[in-house]
C-alpha cells in the first residue's frame, strides 16, 4: 500500500513498526475497530505510551472546543474568550485480521466535557497513567473517567528516579476500590505497556462477566 | 515576525462545513472505520472533501486517523464525511459491539491479540 498521497504529509508509519501491519492503513480484513483511552494528568507519559505500541506514527487531532472561563494559554489566535483548542495524540495497534484497536491519549481537563463524550463514548475502558512525584495531580482525571462511568485500570508509569511505594501506599492515597488493578509499567518498553494494557482488559473482562 | 504557537487551517470550519456544526447523520465514531465507495467522480466536491476521498481510495482509516492526516477537526471531519456518505463517495464499516455476549467475545480477541505482542 505505497504512497496514494504522494503530497501529503502524512508518510506512512516508523520505520519497521507500521511494515507489520501495512503501513497507513488498516488491513482489508479488520471489520471491527475498538478503542480504549489512555489518560492522565500533562507529562504523565501518554504520548509516550501511545507511541511505544501504535503501529503508525502517532497521529494529533485538534479540535476547537467551546468553553467559558478558559485559561489564558489555551486561546487559540482569535481573541475570542469561549474557544480552546485541544489535542489528542492516538495511535493504532492491529490485534488480529478482524479487529483494530486506537488508543487516545486523553488530556485530563474536566473542562473539556465535550471532547470527553465523544471519546468516553463506546471506548471499551481506560488506562489511568500515573507518577509517583505528584499522585495528587491525578484525582481530577480520576473523577472525570468514573463520572463518564469508564471501567479502569491503573498504571504507575515508572520514571526514573521517581519514588517507589508500596501498592497499598498508592491505593489508599489514589482511593483505589479494592477490584481496581495497579500494575507498574515502563510507558518507553512496549511489553511493559502491553502488560499494563493487558491488566485492564482483564479486568474488563471479569467487570464485563460480573454484569452478564 | 512571530511564528504562531498553534498550526492554523487557512479557512474557518465553519467556511470548510458551509455553516454547519453538526453532521447529518449520527453514525460517526472516533474509530469508525471509512473508505472510498467505487469511483465516483469528484466533480462538484469541495477541496477538503476531495481530499477526503482521495486519501480514502487508498483503504480504510478511522475518522480520527482522517481527522488527523488532513489536519482538520474531528467535527468538521465527520460533517463532510456525512455528506460523502450522502453522496456515494464513501462508505462505513461497522464499529462496536450489539450485545452482551458479544462485547466479551469482542474483549476477549482484545485481551488475546495484546498478548501475542508479548
Known amino acids: 500500500m505505497d504512497s496514494v498521497l504522494s503530497s501529503e504529509s502524512s508518510a506512512p508509519a516508523a520505520p519497521g513498526a507500521g511494515a507489520a501491519a501495512g503501513g497507513m492503513y488498516v488491513r482489508d480484513t479488520v471489520r471491527r475497530s475498538v478503542k480504549l483511552l489512555i489518560v492522565g494528568h500533562f507529562a504523565v507519559g501518554k504520548t509516550t505510551f501511545v507511541s511505544t505500541l501504535s503501529e503508525i506514527r502517532p497521529l494529533r487531532t485538534e479540535e476547537r472546543m467551546t468553553q467559558a472561563g478558559a485559561p489564558i494559554d489555551d486561546l487559540t489566535g482569535v481573541p475570542d474568550k469561549t474557544h480552546t483548542t485541544v489535542a489528542m495524540d492516538f495511535g493504532r495497534l492491529t490485534l488480529s485480521d478482524r479487529l483494530v484497536l486506537y488508543l487516545f491519549g486523553t488530556p485530563g481537563q474536566g473542562r473539556f466535557k465535550r471532547l470527553w463524550e ?42 526514573d528516579g521517581a519514588p517507589v511505594f508500596p501498592d497499598e501506599e498508592v491505593r489508599e492515597a489514589l482511593d483505589l476500590h479494592p477490584a481496581t488493578p495497579l500494575v507498574t509499567c515502563d510507558a518507553r518498553d512496549r511489553a511493559s505497556s502491553a502488560r499494563a494494557l493487558i491488566a485492564l482488559v482483564d479486568h474488563l473482562i471479569a467487570t464485563e462477566r460480573e454484569q452478564s | 515576525m512571530m511564528t504562531p504557537r498553534n498550526r492554523r487551517a487557512l479557512v474557518r470550519p465553519h467556511v470548510v ?87 466479551l467475545e469482542l474483549l476477549q480477541e482484545v485481551l488475546d491479540g495484546l498478548r501475542a505482542l508479548l
Not at chain 2, 453538526?22 to 465516483?40: C, E, W
Not at chain 2, 465527520?78 to 464499529?95: F, M, N, P, Y
Open chain 2, 17 to 103: 462545513t458551509g455553516g454547519r456544526a453538526r453532521p447529518s447523520r449520527n453514525i460517526f465514531d472516533l474509530v469508525t472505520l471509512v473508505t472510498a465507495a467505487g469511483d465516483l467522480p469528484l466533480t462538484g466536491l469541495s477541496p477538503e472533501k476531495r481530499r477526503i476521498v482521495t486519501l480514502c481510495r487508498g483503504g480504510a482509516l478511522s475518522v480520527a486517523e482522517v481527522a488527523g492526516h488532513l489536519q482538520l477537526p474531528v467535527s468538521v471531519t465527520k460533517v463532510l464525511l456525512s455528506d460523502l456518505v450522502d453522496s456515494g463517495h464513501i462508505t462505513t464499516r461497522a464499529a462496536g459491539p450489539e450485545s452482551r455476549p458479544e462485547e
Open chain 1, 118 to 159: 465523544d471519546l468516553s463514548l463506546g471506548a471499551l475502558g481506560a488506562l489511568v497513567l500515573v507518577d509517583t512525584r505528584r499522585l495528587e495531580k491525578s484525582f481530577e482525571i480520576m473523577d472525570l473517567v468514573e463520572r463518564h462511568g469508564l471501567p479502569y485500570a491503573v498504571a504507575v508509569n515508572a520514571f
